[in-house]
């Protein structure tokens, strides 16, 4: 069993604004920042762009982590879409909790153009928790049922 | 269906080394709709662009996936590329296969197998694409000055000088604002009106410039290059047109007791009147709460006298509508109103020094009326209770500037030069006299501006004490000023014959009203906000507003020029083509479903979304929906997202394609 | 004589089936306190007595909500078809009631009137009815006014009549009823009873006249306001069977499903062009009588309604079949 | 009160001040109540008022079929009335389109509705007249979330179990969508395809979506009259869900839909001090 979880793989599906994240990461490449490929990167144009939704279908898609990161408060690049993404989070996040929904899968950060080691970091964090949570089988089981 | 081209990139070895790009082309090549993929060395070098043009044609491709680097390096290369072959280069996608995958990842199977799914997304994405078309706006080619200050008038003629309409708005009767009452300025020691008077004269004369003086903007709707403003003009009693400026009216007017607003109070002026001499226009206005005739009803004396008839008490406001394409907010500054101001939590305003009870502590700029020679006491230092001359003068710097308790956080940055200008003033004109200066620090950032404070206390011997004054009491006509040295660290009592206080500036009364007209955001002491510190200090959060001068944040006059240039360089920008094009990846609602919450106006940052009635033909209401100016939006989606119905997309971005790429996850 | 078996009895046979790999549904109490029929994994689970009837009916488990029809797989570009496996698990129904039982003949007609439905078809088969005939009612129950009572057996394969808490008279109506339960009833001269049912509430035949003129009489809005528009009379009734076809899934593969539709969705008679047909709430709720009073009986000479009440009964405004057939019937008495 | 409210509502229709009265109807005092709409002032007896009267019939002012019978007046207690104030924040109806009869009200449903045990809103704030009179307790946030609180108190992993036995139970007839006063959208999210946001299938995974989505589009709209879950007929406890936004809203931004009629919509607006603890 514990060899298996060696084995798991975690899918890890990021929604990251265009304007930060995105360039954080791409920062982290110039940099050869090297991190491990279980992220997939969806480019948006804004946290603020980034509904709930897309996050419990991350779930549907088969993600056992979501990672949500945008510009640090007052960076946003349309000046106010991170704040109203945050306030809808702290919702969205004591809804999760009530429904059961494992809320240490989903991952909200800041990360500037600037921050390409956070990434790195952030990244390699999620993956390593990811991995020790192992796959979410709870919520593949809603998926599988009839 | 679909026909989608796929071009993997090697980058050399940056990709080629740690992702096997032939597996990845393969691997790509058996989804459907992609009708060609291919990999080659270099796509972004002139051969790799010539093949991509050859494939979109050859193929008649409707899509197309470019995996290479970052979208931010080359998505504008792919898409000029996509447009000279005839694809709509909105139908260009990338996958980040670089940065994000075969920079990042040492193991080659690993970042092998990301770098196939990230090019699925792109495909599954570009597969939803729709053809965009940036959208044109048609552009007022005029702007509109709000404040005729030196900043105002620099840009309406740099503007008006280029070729445009200006209108520019001013407040009081005549354009010239704080300049205008400046003595000399620093470093220089030029006279202000000097310097200033020409320019002001040129506004009014210019054939581009519609002046309105003694008005106000009340209202501003529209959007960047078709702005409606309504401009509210006072009622003047006197006919602009007609008036000759002869200056019959107010020598003959019996009403002189009015303090003068230009003079703050230092020197009294009549009813009907000019503000200042040089005034542009030279026309005077009636002072309706002064002018006998119209609170008493008697009178007239004026309009006996005025040969031109121009006097006319039935004068009204009225509002006059300027449709602009742009507007430049230069309203100035005023100074805090010590002992007075409480408009700022903890601001108590340094009662102790006096101001208003003692008549010879004055502030800043009322001695630079003192020391102007067109000022009331013809350039003499007079103080004002008995019109002696001044032989001990105490400035104090930073009266409510970097001061939490009491006054604002800020520097107001040019207290220091013109204290020290006020000093040499002093000297120059009282050669016997002394001139303390108490300060904090002394802050003389700029050209020839260190050298000229170092003037002033080594060749014009101003006595500079570092520290703070106390308090300021009276005895027998005489100040007494209680302050410390902190350098000698002892306190230090002066008597003084006048005091003046150097307070802090703050934006003049009525901009953040007007901020919030135009859709402009203002710190906490109501200073306008650029719309980026550093990149884009001119612009504002609503597109084709700029703002230059104090408004925006304490400035000497070099700086506000210059900004005020660089706002009429940006309209300019707005102006040099008849229609302004704007990206088309925008929101769009759908109207068909919108159901007329209105959560995606309260998220817009930049007011793009409006309300919009539908009626029946028979002009019933049948519902209010949500609508999209296109001349607004940015295209951040945040409406998208808080839309509980789905009735508003994103343009590039729409939910379709985002799906899409998520379900190409599975 | 007759033959009763006692209720521990009746609880050791499901228990028995239950060991057989059966599936066993019947009236279990729901964590809110509803009574609903439910699978159940322990014939303890059943609750037998003290219900008149739940709030869902059998046909959840023959016609179930959701059934996938096929499913597809997306390799590349070729895309791959497989069959839905049909239902292979036998499933004994324990206390349904007379009014859900008799849906079933009525479903028949529908499943197979122009091709016969495999998927429903075989989960007949595989069920076996056990009704309990009703002793009680209450004022929702309309059964009696639409050609059924409290010991209608249609659809039944067993039914079975409460002598007293303790024991239950068998009447086994078929062969799949009778092997159930043989060798585990004992003879008896014990006599059951039902009870005396609702007393009839509308007159069918003024009903089939009104509706044969009264398509366009304003009575229909005015009983229609009430309505929110969910589709909870549909998805409760035992006879409603309209259902949706659509396709989920993601770019690897998916299914195709048949879902439950209700006439009441104001969707369901929405054109892809937009135009809707049955745009107002009444026109759809006039739709459903006239499905069950006059368009299918036509058709098949039922009606398609066992006056079970549900309708009623889980309506969220207190509207339902019967309510709206008695305000039919006092508007003809009123104008004649 | 019953007679003043019949009085009260025969003087609107009488006076024209408007062209129908929403409210309760009953057939027998043994059977539950039902809307009635009133547009003859005759019928105003037709009017009942008891503990009875439990559905929100603020639901029905967006209703086009009600609308389309002219101004409407409507019997609304403290719990339904806050519905209207939201729907009026949202540009759903002008206030003064609707005249509001405020029901004094201590509770209704036998046994006592759970929303009732911790209702602070006995008496209407917002009508335009209010009927009877009934002291309005005050309850503390802990009370009005006791029973949240409870159900958290299982380990997230049971919570889920719980979730899924639910929604596996769900038969998608929207009842509970229908019967919202707030679930005003011309196209409900659940029925759109392209993307297909949520399962249309009444599958533990569609219905899974839906209930996480119908709760979440409520975030600082849903007054708590908890009808979604009244209604539900296989029983599924909604208003959990709901509670646990609201309780966030409330800890969080100090906010409660439709209490106070000049407060801030949460969604649409925010704090540059709003907590990000959660955020890395």
Redesign the interface.
């Known amino acids: 069993m514990s060899d298996e979880k060696e084995q798991f793989e975690p899918k890890i599906i990021a929604y990251v604004c265009n304007w930060c994240t995105y360039l954080g990461a791409d920062l982290a490449g110039t940099n050869r920042l090297e991190y491990p490929a279980n992220v997939r990167i969806v480019r948006l144009p804004c946290t603020g762009r980034i509904d709930f939704n897309l996050m419990v279908k991350a779930f549907e898609?088969g993600a056992d982590s979501v990672l949500v990161s945008g510009c640090h408060p007052g960076d946003c690049h349309y000046t106010t879409g991170n704040f109203h993404a945050r306030r809808r989070w702290i919702l969205f996040r004591s809804l999760l909790d009530t429904m059961g929904i494992d809320v240490d899968r989903i991952h909200f950060t800041w990360i500037s153009a600037a921050e390409g080691k956070k990434w790195q970091e952030v990244v390699t964090d999620i993956t390593e928790s990811t991995r020790k949570l192992g796959p979410y089988t709870a919520y593949q089981r809603v998926c599988g049922e009839? | 269906m679909a026909k989608i081209g796929v071009f993997t990139c090697w980058c050399g070895e940056n990709i080629a080394q740690n992702v096997d790009v032939q597996h990845v082309a393969a691997e790509i090549a058996?989804?459907?709709n992609v009708h060609c993929s291919i990999e080659y060395k270099y796509m972004c070098s002139e051969p790799g662009q010539a093949m991509i043009r050859e494939k979109i044609a050859a193929e008649k491709l409707t899509g197309m996936v470019i995996a290479s680097c970052s979208p931010h390096m080359h998505l504008n290369t792919f898409r000029k590329a996509a447009k000279n072959a005839g694809l709509n280069p909105y139908q260009v996608e990338m996958a980040n296969i670089r940065e994000h995958c075969s920079w990042v990842h040492r193991n080659r199977e690993e970042a092998t197998l990301k770098a196939v799914d990230l090019v699925?997304m792109a495909v599954?994405k570009v597969r939803k694409n729709q053809e965009l078309v940036p959208i044109d706006i048609p552009v007022t080619k005029r702007v509109l000055v709000v404040g005729g200050g030196v900043a105002g008038i620099q840009a309406a003629l740099d503007i008006a000088d280029a070729g445009y309409e200006v209108v520019m708005v001013e407040r009081e009767p005549s354009i010239g604002g704080r300049m205008a009452g400046l003595s000399e300025t620093f470093p220089t020691l030029d006279c202000s009106q000097c310097i200033l008077t020409p320019r002001m004269v040129d506004i009014g004369q210019h054939p581009n410039i519609t002046l309105h003086t003694y008005s106000e903007v009340a209202k501003v709707e529209g959007f960047i290059g078709n702005f409606k403003a309504s401009i509210l003009k006072k009622a003047r009693y006197v006919d602009v047109n007609t008036c000759t400026g002869c200056g019959t009216c107010w020598n003959s007017c019996p009403s002189k007791k009015t303090p003068s607003e230009f003079d703050f109070g230092l020197g009294t002026r009549t009813a009907i009147y000019v503000p200042f001499p040089q005034a542009v226009p030279a026309k005077p206005v009636i002072d309706q709460n002064a002018c006998i005739k119209l609170t008493k009803g008697k009178c007239g004396v004026c309009m006996k006298k005025c040969q031109a008839n121009a006097i006319d008490f039935d004068d009204k406001d009225a509002l006059v509508e300027e449709e602009v394409g742009a507007v430049i907010v230069a309203t100035g500054f005023k100074l805090f109103q010590i002992g007075k101001e409480q408009d700022l939590e903890g601001q108590s305003g340094y009662g102790e020094y006096g101001y208003d009870k003692y008549p010879d502590v004055i502030d800043s700029l009322q001695f630079e009326r003192l020391a102007s020679a067109s000022g009331p006491t013809n350039g003499e230092i007079r103080r004002p209770s008995d019109g002696k001359v001044p032989k001990n003068i105490v400035f104090i710097s930073c009266v409510g500037s970097r001061d939490n308790a009491k006054g604002v956080p800020y520097c107001s940055k040019v207290c220091c030069m013109y204290t020290a200008k006020h000093t040499m003033l002093y000297k120059h004109k009282v050669h016997d006299g002394v001139a303390h200066v108490f300060y904090m620090d002394i802050r003389a950032g700029g050209k020839n501006y260190e050298e000229f404070v170092r003037r002033a206390i080594e060749q014009d011997g101003a006595q500079y004490h570092r520290g703070r004054v106390s308090k300021i009491t009276e005895k027998h006509g005489t100040l007494i000023v209680r302050g410390v040295d902190t350098l000698a660290g002892l306190p230090l009592t002066i008597e003084a014959d006048m005091v003046v206080l150097a307070s802090a500036i703050k934006p003049t009364n009525g901009a953040q009203e007007l901020a919030q007209k135009l859709n402009v955001g203002y710190d906490n002491y109501g200073f306008l906000s650029e719309s980026h510190p550093k990149l884009r200090p001119v612009e504002t959060a609503s597109a084709g507003v700029f703002v230059c001068g104090a408004c925006q944040g304490p400035k000497d006059i070099p700086e506000s020029v210059a900004q005020a240039s660089a706002a009429a360089a940006k309209t300019l920008v707005i102006f040099s083509k008849e229609e302004l094009t704007r990206d088309p990846e925008i929101a769009k609602v759908n109207e068909?479903v919108c159901a007329g919450c209105f959560t995606c106006q309260r998220v817009c940052a930049f007011n793009a979304i409006e309300q919009v009635d539908i009626r029946s033909p028979n002009g019933k209401l049948i519902k209010r929906i949500a609508r999209v100016n296109p001349g607004l939006c940015m295209g951040c989606g945040t409406c998208v997202a808080v839309c509980p119905s789905k009735s508003v997309d994103l343009s590039g971005t729409t939910e379709q394609q985002v799906y899409?790429m998520v379900?190409?996850l599975? | 004589m007759s033959q009763i078996i006692t209720k521990s009895s009746l609880l050791r046979l499901a228990d028995k089936w239950l060991a057989e790999q059966k599936r066993v549904i019947g009236p279990r109490s729901?964590?809110?306190?509803?009574v609903?029929y439910a699978e159940v994994e322990d014939a303890a689970e059943l609750s037998l007595a003290g219900y008149i009837r739940p709030?869902?009916s059998i046909k959840d488990y023959i016609f179930p909500?959701?059934?996938?029809l096929y499913s597809y797989k997306?390799?590349?570009?070729n895309i791959e078809l497989i069959d839905a496996e049909l239902s292979t698990v036998e499933q004994v129904f324990i206390g349904a009631r007379p009014c859900d039982a008799a849906a079933m003949p009525i479903l028949d007609r529908i499943f197979n009137w122009d091709c016969s439905d495999d998927f429903f078809n075989r989960r007949r088969e595989l069920s076996t009815i056990i009704t309990f005939a009703c002793k009680e009612h209450d004022?929702y129950c309309f059964c009696t006014s639409v050609n059924s009572g409290p010991e209608d057996s249609r659809g039944s394969d067993v039914i079975l009549f409460e002598i007293d808490d303790e024991k239950y008279e068998v009447r086994s109506l078929t062969d799949k009823g009778k092997k159930l339960f043989d060798g585990n009833t004992e003879e008896s001269d014990k006599i059951s009873s039902v009870g005396p049912g609702p007393e009839i509430c509308f007159d069918l035949k003024k009903i089939k006249q009104f509706l044969d003129e009264g398509f366009e009489s304003p009575l229909w809005?005015k009983i229609?306001?009430?309505c929110?528009?969910?589709?909870?009379c549909?998805?409760?009734c035992p006879t409603c069977h309209c259902f949706?076809i659509?396709d989920?899934g993601?770019?690897?593969g998916g299914e195709r499903?048949r879902?439950?539709d209700?006439c009441q969705?104001s969707?369901f008679t929405k054109h892809a062009s937009?135009h809707n047909p049955r745009s107002?709430?009444?026109q759809r709720g006039r739709q459903r009588i006239y499905h069950k009073f006059q368009i299918y009986p036509e058709k098949f000479g039922k009606l398609l309604c066992t006056g079970c009440g549900n309708c009623s009964r889980?309506c969220?405004?207190?509207?339902g079949v019967k309510?709206v057939l008695q305000a039919v019937q006092k508007s003809i008495m009123e104008n004649g | 009160m019953l007679r003043k409210l019949q009085n009260t509502c025969r003087q609107l229709l009488l006076e024209g001040k408007v062209d129908v009265v929403i409210g309760y109807g009953q057939?027998d005092s043994?059977?539950?109540?039902?809307?009635?709409?009133i547009t003859d002032a005759k019928d105003v007896k037709k009017l009942v008022w008891n503990d009875k009267c439990l559905?929100n019939l603020v639901?029905y002012l967006k209703?086009?079929?009600?609308k389309s019978l002219g101004k409407s007046a409507i019997v609304a207690k403290g719990c339904d009335e806050r519905a209207i104030v939201v729907l009026e924040k949202e540009s759903q109806l002008e206030r003064d389109s609707v005249f509001v009869i405020g029901m004094a009200c201590a509770g209704v449903g036998q046994p006592l509705l759970p929303k009732c045990k911790v209702c602070d809103a006995h008496m209407p704030q917002v009508a335009d007249i209010i009927i009877g009179s009934v002291e309005n307790p005050s309850v503390d946030a802990d009370t009005r979330y006791a029973e949240l609180k409870s159900f958290l108190k299982k380990s997230p992993e049971e919570r889920h179990k719980h979730w899924v036995k639910e929604c596996r139970?769900c038969?998608?007839?929207?009842?509970c969508?229908?019967?919202c006063p707030m679930c005003y959208c011309e196209r409900c999210i659940v029925?759109v395809?392209q993307p297909?946001y949520i399962?249309?299938?009444?599958?533990t995974k569609?219905n899974f979506a839906w209930h996480i989505t119908r709760a979440f589009h409520l975030a600082g709209r849903c007054v708590g009259c908890d009808?979604c879950t009244?209604?539900?007929?296989?029983?599924?406890?909604l208003r959990l869900l709901n509670m646990s936004i609201a309780k966030s809203a409330e800890q969080n931004f100090e906010f409660r839909a439709g209490v106070d009629p000049d407060a801030k919509p949460i969604i649409g607006s925010y704090s540059e001090q709003d907590r990000e603890d959660f955020i890395r």
Not at chain 3, 316 to 319: A, D, I, L, N
Not at chain 4, 63 to 66: A, F, Q
Not at chain 4, 199 to 203: K, M, P, Q
């Open positions: 898609a009839s | 058996k989804l459907p699925k599954a068909k899409s379900k190409s599975t | 729901a964590p809110s306190g509803q609903l709030a869902n909500r959701h059934e996938k997306i390799n590349g570009r004022d809005k229609s306001l009430g929110i528009g969910c589709g909870v549909t998805y409760t949706d659509v989920e993601n770019s690897s499903v879902n439950w209700s969705f969707m937009g107002s709430s009444s889980d969220p405004v207190s509207s309510s | 057939a043994e059977s539950p109540t039902h809307p009635v709409f559905i639901t209703r086009p079929e009600i139970r038969l998608k007839c929207y009842a969508r229908q019967t029925d395809n297909q399962d249309s299938s009444a599958s569609g009808e009244r209604v539900c007929p296989v029983g599924i406890d």
